[in-house]
């Protein structure tokens, strides 16, 4: 038979581990919703668009794009 041991933990520790516990629970949710949003979206669907293009603003906003100053300059760039 195993050994049985009894640990006293405070109540403000235990208080805590709780609040953690539900922080984590809350963000696996949000972390959930948002996997099923994009694995619920069909590719080229007006939703599928609609979220393609604001990812698109939100990275120019973050100043995360290539300018090119003409078409050829663009392909060598893709073609590097």
Not at 49 to 57: A, I, N
Request: glycine share 4%.
């Amino acid at each position: 038979m195993a050994d049985k041991t009894t640990i006293n933990i405070d109540k403000k520790a235990i208080e805590q581990i709780f609040s953690e516990i539900t922080f984590v629970e809350k963000r696996l949710e949000q972390l959930k919703l948002q996997v099923v949003k994009v694995l619920s979206i069909e590719l080229g669907s007006d939703e599928w668009w609609k979220k393609e293009t604001e990812e698109g603003l939100e990275e120019i906003k973050q100043g995360q794009t290539i300018k090119f100053s003409s078409m050829k300059e663009a392909i060598k760039y893709l073609e590097s």
